[in-house]
C-alpha cells in the first residue's frame, strides 16, 4: 500500500525485545518514532541504534516512544544490542520490532507488496529500502516518512528538531522557518487571518510581506 503524509499509521502486531506489542496500543497517547533497519549486524546501522539509545531520554521528555525494526528474529536483536552497547557505549532501552515475516516491511511500504519469502537468506542490500523513519502522532497519523540509503548515517538531532516543530505547531497556529530550533522566531500559519492574528498574537508582528508574519515563538 502507499503511504502518505497524515494518512492513519497502519497498525499490526509483532515480537519486540520487550515481548508481543499492538502498534497503536503500544503508542497509546504518545508521540511514536519508527526507525528501521536493513539487517542486524551491519555498521551504520549500529552507530544509529547506539546514537539513539544515547539521546532517548530526549525523545521521553517530549512524550515519545522509540521503536526500531529490522527483518531480522528478535533473538538476533538481543545479541546485536550486546555489540550496540559495548561499540557505542549506550544500552538500547526501546523495544526493536523482529519483522521475519517482512509483513512489518511491506505494510509500510518498505519492500513490495508482492516480495517472497522471509528474513532468511536475506542480505541487507536485499533490505536496503528497510531503512526508513516515521513519526507518528498520538492521533495515529504519520506526520513525518524519510527513507535514507545504507551509507549514509542518519541525522537523529533533526528527528528531534522536527518532532520539537511538529509539536509545536500542532499546539498552535504557527508554522516553523528554514533551519528552525527550540527558541527561534516563527512563522503565523498562512490559514491565519490578520483579525484573528491580532488576537492570537496580541503584541503584533513583523511582516516583510504581508503573507510573511514573523512572531516569537508561543511558549
Known sequence: ???????????????????????????GDSWAVLFSH????TPVCTTELGYMA?????FKERNTKLIGLSVDPVENHAKWAIDIQETQGHAVNYPMIGDTDLAVAKLYNMLPAEEPGTSDGRTAANNATVRSVFIIGPDKKIKLMLTY???????????????????LTAKHKVATPANW???????????????????????????????LRIVKQPR
Open 38 to 41: 536493513p539487517k542486524d549486524f
Open 54 to 58: 544515547g539521546i532517548e531520554k530526549h
Open 149 to 167: 540509503p545504507m551509507t549514509t548515517g542518519r541525522n537523529f538531532d533533526e528527528i528531534l528538531r522536527v518532532l520539537d516543530s511538529l509539536q
Open 181 to 211: 530550533k527550540q527558541g527561534d522566531d516563527v512563522i503565523i500559519a498562512g490559514s491565519v487571518s490578520d483579525d484573528d492574528a491580532k488576537k492570537l498574537f496580541p503584541d503584533g508582528w513583523k511582516a516583510p510581506r504581508p503573507y
Open 1 to 27: 500500500m502507499s503511504l502518505r503524509l497524515n494518512d492513519t499509521a497502519p497498525d499490526f502486531t509483532a515480537q519486540t525485545t520487550q515481548g508481543p506489542i499492538r502498534f497503536h496500543e503500544w503508542i
